[in-house]
Nanobody
Framework: QVQLVESGGGLVQAGGSLRLSCAAS????????KGWFRQAPGMEREFVSAISWKGDITYYADPVKGRFTISRDNAKNTVYLQMNNLKPEDTAVYFC???????????????WGQGTQVTVSS
């Protein structure tokens, strides 16, 4: 299994930016789809973004398209999520994920990080 550790969360004003990082260890083969989910208080965890193992194909949930950018550096076993023009509704715990798969339009993952809090004030 892959161990994932997120960093980069914090408090930011609306319109601001944050960059999340996710460092992988353990079974760190680069041939995994990796990405991000988020969970707001009282809500279910939702898909945010994913990236192919080569980094040439990316996927985004509609609410973040045009504002968030996912990238990866396989040499560093790290995935990034650049979040720009943040909105209060982006407030959530953000989870890094690996071994992701989309089935019947729903993204799932077999490995999870512990999560990092992102809070956007209005």
């Amino acid at each position: 299994q892959v161990q994932l550790v997120e960093s980069g969360g914090g408090l930011v004003q609306a319109g601001g930016s944050l960059r999340l990082s996710c460092a992988a260890s353990g079974r760190t083969s680069g041939s995994y789809v990796k990405g991000w989910f988020r969970q707001a208080p009282g809500m279910e965890r939702e898909f945010v973004s994913a990236i192919s193992w080569k980094g040439d194909i990316t996927y985004y949930a509609d609410p973040v398209k045009g504002r968030f950018t996912i990238s990866r550096d396989n040499a560093k076993n790290t995935v990034y999520l650049q979040m720009n023009n943040l909105k209060p509704e982006d407030t959530a715990v953000y989870f890094c994920a690996a071994e992701m798969l989309r089935y019947n339009g729903i993204w799932r993952a077999d490995s999870w990080g512990q999560g990092t809090q992102v809070t956007v004030s209005s």
